[in-house]
């Protein structure tokens, strides 16, 4: 196993792009050579609570070092007083260098006069690989004689990005396979095209809150005086295809900044296709984003050409396939799922409401209804603000819920159930979510689960009958003003409720008996 060290200080520009957070950024480069298999041996990096663009002798810092127990922070001093351990660390470190403990350096803003001298001889001495940020410094390290193999400035780079750069171009000096570590948690990704990481469910459900927002100005824009709302509610839905776009880009590509601009870029040329086409711009985006770094990276471009070219090119690339090619398509299809959801409707809409509600039980437990049933709440939203299953959604589902809990908070067959269904009867009713809380008392009762079926149907068949355009995922209280009938949507909800609690209070009363 290959051995390094990492020497410097959190730096002047560096201390604005993840300088400031030392334990994440040091992790970042830990994980990564963990992946190529190389050991980090010695650290000495000074992070002071500034940048030392504007350093000061009341600046305080601490030495993170490396011992048996891992990466950790002394205690924090003022720079000028933990010069001596600085030393003590430096000189430790050039004894290994020059022992053939340590095959290689990663510098990062490192001071080649001062805190990092004897190290950085001892690498001039025996040749070993560095790399490492900071222009000036870099520079100066270089001058010294020492083997420099990848330098780069800091502009336009982060934590990870960095990283993955010190440990390609270490990796290909020591020979090694390295496979970057792009994920993050326990969605780790060795190497891949992304293609694993696509999850429609996952990008729509992220993007609801801008959904949410929409239904919230739409409704604002109808109180007397507020008018001019509607002008916000129109910049808002043009922005939504965008919004998904960069949600889309980041998920798949999980390079942070770099994939958030692509997914900008790619989302502003994609807002002619709506959601659909923000959709497949973000996706293109993300797995374009992801292959241009990697290959920029092992070209050894530098680390700000590598984030500028990759996130910007990766975003015209995409961008201009929707823009010229897939927007029509994108369009007509959502165009064409919306209509296809409005003639049914239009059909029967008791009818449709009514089956609506009772499949949207078996739907959400299946885990059908976030794959297929949101997205096309979200579509519907995308012209009016609200929608006629998002509707559906807070009576069947929300609303069935609170009657359940309640049933149980009131006269539970067992009171540790009260103790369960509090809680989700008060996310019911605060937040319109958290439908799963009844999952218990419907799961150990076939009359409870029938009961629920019947109150989502009769509740669907009031929101066809008042013909409403709604949204769940809000307060109950609020839900009524962001639909388009606030009236009957009110009866919609309360009827299902006070039906479901009955059916369950009645169940509980029997079986306790």
Do not use: C, H
């Given at each position: 196993m290959k051995r390094i060290a990492i020497i410097g200080s959190s730096g002047g520009n560096l201390y604005n792009l993840g300088g400031k957070h030392p334990q994440q950024l040091l992790e970042e480069i830990e994980k990564q050579a963990e992946s190529a298999g190389i050991s980090i041996t010695a650290v000495q990096f000074i992070a002071a609570n500034e940048s030392m663009d504007a350093i000061k002798e009341t600046t305080e810092a601490a030495i993170w070092e490396k011992n048996e127990q891992g990466m950790h922070p002394g205690k924090s001093n003022l720079l000028i007083d933990i010069n001596e351990r600085t030393k003590e660390i430096d000189q430790a470190i050039a004894k290994q260098i020059r022992a053939g403990d340590i095959d290689g350096l990663i510098v990062m803003s490192g001071d080649p006069e001062g805190a990092n001298l004897n190290a950085l001889s001892a690498a001039a001495e025996t040749k070993i690989p560095i790399v490492g940020t900071g222009g000036t410094s870099m520079a100066a390290i270089a001058s010294m004689g020492c083997r420099v193999i990848s330098t780069s400035g800091t502009t336009g780079t982060t934590n990870r990005t960095r990283a993955v750069s010190f440990i390609t171009s270490l990796s290909k000096e020591f020979q090694l396979t390295y496979r970057p570590i792009l994920g993050s948690g326990d969605r780790e990704l060795s190497n891949g095209s992304?293609?694993?990481?696509?999850?429609?469910?996952?990008?729509?459900?992220?993007?609801?809150?801008?959904?949410?927002?929409?239904?919230?100005?739409?409704?604002?824009?109808?109180?007397?005086?507020?008018?001019?709302?509607?002008?916000?509610?129109?910049?808002?839905?043009?922005?939504?295809?965008?919004?998904?776009?960069?949600?889309?880009?980041?998920?798949?590509?999980?390079?942070?900044?770099?994939?958030?601009?692509?997914?900008?870029?790619?989302?502003?040329?994609?807002?002619?296709?709506?959601?659909?086409?923000?959709?497949?711009?973000?996706?293109?985006?993300?797995?374009?984003?992801?292959?241009?770094?990697?290959?920029?990276?092992?070209?050894?471009?530098?680390?700000?050409?590598?984030?500028?070219?990759?996130?910007?090119?990766?975003?015209?690339?995409?961008?201009?396939?929707?823009?010229?090619?897939?927007?029509?398509?994108?369009?007509?299809?959502?165009?064409?799922?919306?209509?296809?959801?409005?003639?049914?409707?239009?059909?029967?809409?008791i009818v449709a409401g009514a089956i609506a509600g009772i499949l949207i039980w078996p739907a959400i437990i299946g885990g059908i209804y976030h794959a297929a049933i949101l997205p096309i709440v979200l579509l519907d939203m995308e012209q009016t603000g609200n929608s006629f299953l998002g509707a559906v959604d807070m009576v069947g589902l929300v609303m069935v819920a609170a009657g359940i809990n309640l049933a149980n908070i009131i006269k539970p067959r067992e009171k540790s159930e009260a103790a369960v269904a509090a809680p989700g009867f008060a996310i019911n009713m605060g937040f319109g979510t958290f439908v799963e809380s009844a999952y218990p008392f419907m799961f150990s009762s076939k009359w409870i689960f029938g009961g629920a079926l019947l109150s989502a149907g009769i509740g669907g068949a009031l929101v066809g009958f008042f013909d409403i355009r709604g949204t769940a995922y809000v307060p109950t209280f609020t839900a009524p003003l962001l639909a388009n009938n606030p009236a009957g949507f009110i009866i919609a909800m309360l009827v299902p409720c006070v039906l479901a609690f009955i059916i369950t209070l009645t169940v509980n009363l029997i079986q306790r008996k």
């Open positions: 992304g293609l694993r990481n696509i999850s429609i469910r996952g990008i729509m459900m992220a993007s609801l809150p801008g959904f949410i927002a929409l239904a919230l100005v739409l409704a604002l824009s109808k109180i007397p005086g507020l008018g001019a709302l509607g002008d916000v509610f129109d910049v808002l839905l043009g922005a939504l295809p965008v919004m998904i776009a960069v949600i889309a880009a980041k998920q798949i590509s999980e390079l942070d900044e770099v994939s958030i601009v692509a997914g900008v870029i790619a989302g502003i040329l994609s807002v002619d296709g709506g959601i659909i086409g923000g959709l497949v711009g973000g996706i293109l985006a993300g797995l374009t984003v992801r292959l241009l770094f990697r290959k920029f990276v092992e070209w050894r471009f530098p680390m700000t050409t590598v984030n500028i070219g990759a996130g910007g090119i990766s975003g015209l690339i995409a961008g201009l396939l929707v823009f010229y090619l897939i927007a029509p398509v994108a369009l007509y299809i959502g165009d064409g799922i919306k209509w296809l959801l409005e003639t049914t409707i239009a059909f029967n809409p």
